[in-house]
C-alpha cells in the first residue's frame, strides 16, 4: 500500500503522538509499504526531507500560540496538493485536527481517496496552559468536543488508542466506524534490565545525571496539562521520610514555575530537571527508577506510561480518563484522586519502602504490556484498518 500520513506534531517532537506516529511510519516501511508524511516545518517556506526511505512534505509553519516548542502549519494546502501528486496514496491517515489535516481531508474528497483519522486531543491538552477564564469554561470545553467530533465524522473511520478515548468521542456525537487501537509499545526495546546489569547501569545514570540514589521518575512534557505541580507537592510530603529523589525528564513551558515550586518547599536538592532526554538515556532512566508517577489528567494513553510499565515499574497515577486503564488499583500500583496530594505521597512511599511490592506490581506491569499493548498488535490493527478503508468495507472490530 501506498500510505500518507500527516500531523500537525511530527518528528522530531516528543509528545506521545509525536513518538507514536514517527514509530508507525518507518514500522509500515519495514513491514513493505510506501510511506510518506506531511507536518509542519521550521520556516514559512515549505521544504522537503528524507527520513529513511519516508519522505516527509514540510509545509509553510511558525510558532505555535503560546509555546516555545512547536511548530504549526500556517499555508498547508500547496504542501499537501504537492504531497497527493507527487506519491498517489491509496489511503490518508490524519492524526490531528488543523490546517494539514483540514486540507489534506478537502482533497481527499475531491479526489475520492480513502482516508482515516486518529484522535490524540481533549481540550485540557489545549486549554490548561491558558488563562482560568479560558480553560475553566464549560461552554468552551463543549465548542472544543464539537468542533473535534464534526471534523472527525467527514472521514471514512477514526481511531483513538484506548477504549475511553473512543468512549468520549461517541458521547460526544462520533457516529462514524470507531476502533480503540493502542499506540503500542516495543517490548524488546523497553524492557527491564537483568539483575546483573542494574547496579552498572544505575551508578552509570547516577553519575550522568548528577542523581545521587534511588529515585521516583516523571519523564514526559513538562507543561501545565501534565499537573506536575501536584507531583512536587506530594513528594515534599515523603521528603524526610524516603531516601528517594524526584527526576524529571522531559522539556515544556513550566520549567522554571516547577523549579520555582521546589525551591518554595525547600526541596530543590531533592528534586532533579533533567530536560530532554535521548532515546537511550530514556530507556536507562526507566530501567533504574523504583517507580514511575505522572499526575496528568489528559492522558488519552500515556506512552510514557506504557514504556515504564514495559521497563517493569509500579506506578502511581491519578484516576482520569485512560490512566485507569494502564494503573490497575493495588495490582500494579495506586490509583489516586486528581489534587489529592496527601494520597499520591502516601501511595509513592508505600512503593519506595516495600521491595516485595515493587517487584509484584513491575512484574504485573509488564506482563500486561506484553499481553495487552505490543507494537506488532497495533502496526496488524492499522494495517487491516486502511485495507479495510481501501475496500470501503469496516468489520466491527480490527
Known amino acids: 500500500m501506498r500510505i500518507l500520513i500527516s500531523s500537525e506534531s511530527y518528528w522530531p517532537n516528543l509528545d ?9 511510519v518507518h514500522e509500515l516501511i519495514r513491514e513493505g509499504h510506501e510511506v510518506c508524511v506531511v507536518a509542519p516545518g521550521d520556516s514559512l517556506k ?5 527520513d529513511g526511505d519516508s519522505i516527509i512534505y514540510r509545509t509553510s509553519s511558525g510558532p505555535l500560540p503560546l509555546s516555545d516548542n512547536y511548530k504549526v502549519s500556517y499555508r498547508a494546502m500547496p ?6 501528486d507527487d506519491f498517489h496514496p491509496d489511503v490518508i491517515h490524519i492524526n490531528t485536527m488543523a490546517l494539514t489535516g483540514s486540507a489534506l481531508l478537502k482533497l481527499a474528497k475531491k479526489s475520492d481517496i480513502p482516508i482515516v483519522a486518529t484522535n490524540h486531543l481533549m481540550p485540557e491538552n489545549v486549554f490548561m496552559s491558558l488563562p482560568s477564564f479560558i480553560k475553566d469554561s464549560k461552554a468552551l470545553e463543549e465548542k472544543f468536543w464539537s468542533k473535534l467530533v464534526d471534523f472527525h465524522n467527514k472521514f471514512d473511520a477514526v481511531t483513538s488508542p484506548t477504549p475511553s478515548a473512543t468512549r ?3 458521547e460526544h456525537g462520533l457516529v462514524k466506524p470507531l476502533y480503540d487501537i493502542s499506540n503500542g509499545i516495543d517490548v524488546a526495546k523497553f524492557s527491564p534490565l537483568p539483575d546483573s546489569r542494574k547496579k552498572a547501569v544505575r551508578s552509570q545514570q547516577l553519575k550522568r545525571f548528577k542523581i545521587p540514589g534511588r529515585y521516583v521518575l516523571y519523564l514526559g512534557r513538562v507543561n501545565a496539562e501534565k499537573r506536575i505541580d501536584m507531583l512536587i507537592d506530594s513528594f515534599a510530603r515523603i521528603c524526610d521520610e524516603t531516601d528517594a529523589d524526584l527526576v524529571i525528564a522531559g522539556s515544556g513551558n513550566r520549567e522554571n514555575e516547577l523549579k520555582q515550586q521546589a525551591k518554595s518547599l525547600k526541596i530543590s ?3 532533579h530537571f533533567l530536560g530532554r532526554v535521548s532515546d537511550e538515556e530514556k530507556v536507562a532512566l526507566y530501567q533504574c527508577a523504583e517507580l514511575f508517577a505522572i499526575t496528568s489528567p489528559a492522558e488519552l494513553q500515556s506512552i ?3 514504556e515504564a510499565m514495559a521497563c517493569g515499574l509500579p506506578l502511581v497515577t491519578v484516576d482520569v480518563v485512560a490512566l485507569s486503564e494502564l ?17 499520591c505521597a502516601n501511595a509513592m512511599l508505600v512503593i519506595l519502602n516495600d521491595d516485595n511490592i515493587r517487584k509484584r506490581f513491575g512484574k504485573y506491569s509488564r506482563d500486561f504490556v506484553k499481553n495487552h499493548h505490543d507494537s506488532r498488535l497495533t502496526l496488524a490493527k492499522f494495517t487491516k484498518l486502511y485495507d479495510s478503508s481501501i475496500r470501503g468495507k469496516f468489520p466491527n472490530n480490527l
Open 269 to 271: 536538592e531533592r528534586v
Open 168 to 170: 468520549l468521542l461517541r
Open 46 to 50: 515549505p521544504s522537503e526531507e528524507k
Open 16 to 24: 506521545g503522538g509525536a513518538v507514536f506516529e514517527h514509530w508507525l
Open 79 to 84: 504542501t499537501a496538493s504537492k504531497a497527493i
Open 304 to 306: 510514557v506510561t506504557l
Open 327 to 343: 494503573c490497575h488499583d493495588k495490582k500494579n500500583g495506586f490509583l489516586v484522586d486528581l489534587d489529592d496530594n496527601q494520597a
